[in-house]
């Protein structure tokens, strides 16, 4: 897995804004531990091209485009661990 992971969300985000300042971030060998995780979400928030053209995806992550959060995030469960990556 190649990937830098950005940003981890946990649960009960909505209490404050999620910042860079305020998320924890996770490491290449922390995501992989977490895999199969049922308490863990994993968004993939490359940008399309990147996206598209990459051999490595996460088993299980759900791409989204990150310039729309605000339409798709109020799906995901408020009570699991929101995992975000990107390039």
């Known amino acids: 897995m190649g990937l830098a992971v950005g940003f981890v969300v ?3 985000f909505t209490a404050t ?3 860079l300042d305020n998320v924890q971030k996770m490491s290449v060998a922390g995501l992989k531990a977490q895999l199969g995780n049922p308490n863990i979400i994993i968004i993939d928030v490359r940008t ?3 996206w598209e053209s990459s051999k490595t ?6 791409r989204e485009d990150i310039r729309f959060i605000s339409n798709w995030i109020d ?3 408020k ?7 990107c390039k």
């Open 75 to 77: 799906k995901y469960p």
């Open 48 to 50: 399309v091209h990147d």
């Open 57 to 62: 995806m996460v088993k299980g992550a759900i």
């Open 17 to 19: 804004e999620p910042t």
């Open 10 to 12: 946990t649960a009960g």
């Open 79 to 85: 009570d699991k661990t929101i995992v975000f990556y």
